[in-house]
Every structure is written in structure tokens, then in C-alpha cells.
């Protein structure tokens, strides 16, 4: 049932961005309970719900954890010449580059985090994490969601953190799920997890969507010609 309480939509909207992140990120024993015993699809199914989207599927979980890693690891982390067949960055992606450098194209990202005091984990799992990661971008969104939640429980103003995840949602999130579903639906990997496969299919649309109702969002509040944010840097005090 669609929710219209907005701190409801923020808390499910983050909800939902919340476990995706956990989910794409490298699958632990917990990862493996999770998706095993329903608990990561009920958690969808609520904020799918909340949202007012279409509910999500049952799938069948992976054999034990070591096929869980095996499938992720195969799909998002190796392949030909040591280049993962679903690259998960999206500086991987030149089309998503868009002209610029790869290191301007970082420092764009980083800016987003920045404004809010974040920067991408100096180490996870050993390696050093991108911060044009999937996994990365999805909880920085799902923290701009718990802001504008926390906002409009203390009787704030959510704008802020309604343009800031609008625009990033627009500028990267979406561009970066799209050309991953896209990869991997050229590339199908048969050792995908079901549900992994299931939400990298999914997460596109769940995207675009969210940001069509932020889009509303926002107009209804401030009317269709609020400032956008510059594609090149981005202000100290621009979403405030």
C-alpha cells in the first residue's frame, strides 16, 4: 500500500537503498542469512510497499555461502585479463565519464560526499573502496534519506537533502545501475545469486522512480524552477 506520510517515504526509500548496498557489497557469512532466511526480502518488501512499487520476487538463495562469493566474485570481481565481466565503478564505464578525466570525474562524486562531511572507507575488505562504487553511492543515498527522515521528525527543512539526493540520483546513481543491468544482461553470469541478479535487474527502476517522486517532491514545495546543482563542482552551501 502506497504510503504519503514523508517521514515514512524518506525511512522506506532509505530502507530499501540501505540493503541493496549490503547486498551488492562483497557477501559475507551474513549476507548469505540474510537473503537465506527472508529477512533481506522482507525488508524490501516493505519499502517496495511503502513506495508504492512492485513487490518484490521470491528466489531461491545460493547453495551456502562459498557459491554466494563464488557467483558475486566471477560476476563483479574477475574475468578476462583480470577486468571484472560487471565492473560495479563507474569511472569503468567511459560512456558514464562523459568526457571528463577519470580523476575529475572522482572529484565530482567526492564533492557530493564532502558537502556532508563523508568520504569513501580508506580500507574494506583490504583494498581501498572507490568512491564511484555502487556499493558507496548507494549509502551515501541512503544516508541523505535518513537526513531529510531525521529533518522532518525535528520539524526541519528536508530540502537539503531532497535536491541533494535528486541531483545525485540523476547525475550518477541512475547511469551507473543502468549501464550495470545493462552489462550484465550482455554478460549474463550463470553464478549470479538469483536475488543479486533479481536487484541488479531492479535497482534502475527503483531509482528513476524515486527520483521522479523527489522531483514532484521538491516542485510542489518550490515550484518547478528550484536551482539545480553544476554538473563541474559543487559550493559549499548550494543544497542549504
Known amino acids: 500500500m502506497l504510503v504519503t506520510d514523508p517521514v ?3 525511512g522506506a526509500r532509505g530502507a530499501l537503498l540501505r540493503m541493496s548496498a549490503a547486498l551488492l557489497d562483497y ?3 551474513e549476507t548469505q542469512q540474510v537473503i537465506e ?3 533481506a526480502r522482507q525488508v524490501i518488501e516493505e519499502a517496495l510497499q511503502a513506495l508504492g512499487a512492485p513487490s518484490a520476487q521470491r528466489l531461491p538463495a545460493s547453495k551456502g555461502l562459498k557459491a554466494l562469493q563464488v557467483g558475486y566474485t566471477n560476476t563483479f570481481l574477475a574475468g578476462p585479463r583480470g577486468k571484472p565481466v560487471v565492473p560495479l565503478v563507474a569511472s569503468a564505464y567511459q560512456a558514464l565519464v562523459n568526457g571528463a578525466t577519470p580523476g575529475s570525474f ?4 567526492q564533492a557530493f560526499y564532502k558537502h556532508f562531511g563523508l568520504k569513501a572507507a580508506e580500507q574494506d575488505e583490504g583494498h581501498v573502496e572507490e568512491p564511484d562504487h555502487l556499493v558507496a553511492m548507494l549509502e551515501f543515498c541512503s544516508l541523505l534519506c535518513h537526513l531529510e527522515e531525521l529533518a522532518l521528525v525535528k520539524d526541519r527543512d528536508p530540502s537539503p537533502y531532497r535536491r ?3 541531483d545525485f540520483l540523476e547525475r550518477y546513481m541512475i ?3 543502468s549501464a550495470v543491468r545493462a552489462r550484465y544482461r550482455h554478460l549474463k553470469s550463470p553464478d549470479l545469486d538469483a536475488t543479486l541478479a533479481w536487484l541488479v535487474q531492479s535497482l534502475p527502476d527503483w531509482c528513476q ?3 521522479r517522486q523527489l522531483v514532484q517532491a521538491i516542485e510542489e514545495t518550490e515550484g518547478p524552477a528550484d536551482q539545480r546543482i553544476a554538473t563541474t563542482t559543487v559550493p559549499q552551501g548550494l543544497w542549504d
Open 27 to 29: 557477501p559475507l557469512e
Open 209 to 211: 522512480a524515486q527520483h
Open 37 to 39: 532466511d527472508g529477512r
Open 106 to 109: 572522482l572529484l565530482n562524486i
Open 164 to 166: 541533494a539526493l535528486r
Open 8 to 10: 515514512a517515504i524518506a
Open 175 to 177: 547511469p551507473l545501475s
